[in-house]
């Protein structure tokens, strides 16, 4: 099976770095495509097929990703249209907020004839395998909606779910390991106060957060199960919670979340 990713930026480069990294594909199933010398030059070495040529990304390939910038997305679709074969190629659009209604127009080669499209947000961390990625399957079929899921699985966690729920999904996972970041940012800040140097109060951090991740994966238990065994009465940590809940902590995650709709 071959893919071609059309796009080398932010994301797309980090969805073929993550792929590099997985099973389903060799290098040389991967074609990369991007007008930027500098964007396909990260992946001189890696044994993936380079050009600045879109429709020559497109033809042979089993899966075409377009992973560009959402203002872009509708030109990118119309310059490929013709190299897209309908019946063999499955296509996935990786750009927040562009509608699969939108997508089918700017596809139309007349006659109802639609490809097989998928709607996809992952976030930068699909680099190293980790991303939390929404899966939309617009007109797939059963066994479509299997292998896309099964090429982001292997890339991190899966939700397919609708349309609709998108730009929730948008927000809370894509922009949300942003909003992450700067909560380890923040506390690192925090560390550097207490007492630590930089570099190991973002360790301390780093591990913390991933222990908390790793602790409500494998329980399965409700965040506040675990805040519970470590807020004992009059103790430093319910003193800590209040105080940041004072400055209004889960309403401006709330609000922050909110407002990426």
Known sequence: MKIAIIGAGAMGGATVEGLLQGKTFRADDITVSDPSEQALARFDTSGVA????NTAAVVGADVVCVVVKPWLVESVLKGIKDSLDYQKQILIVIAAGVPSENINQWLDKGGGLLIPLFLVIPNTAIAVKSSMTFIVPVQA?????KL??????????????GEHLLAAGTT?????IAYA????????????????????AQQIVQQTVKGAVEL?????????????KVT??????????????????????????KAGL
């Open 50 to 53: 380079l050009t600045s040529d």
């Open 141 to 145: 079929t059963e066994a479509q909606t």
């Open 148 to 161: 896309v899921t099964g090429i982001f699985d292997e890339l991190g966690g899966t939700i397919v779910t």
């Open 172 to 176: 809370l996972a894509s922009c949300g």
């Open 181 to 200: 970041m700067r909560y380890i940012r923040a506390a690192t800040e925090g560390g550097v106060e207490l007492g630590f140097k930089a570099k190991d």
């Open 216 to 228: 409500l994966q494998t329980t399965g238990h409700n965040p506040e199960e675990e805040i519970d």
């Open 232 to 257: 004992t009465p009059g103790g430093l940590t319910i003193r800590g919670l209040n105080e940041m809940e004072h400055a209004g902590f889960t309403s401006a995650v709330i609000r922050g979340l």
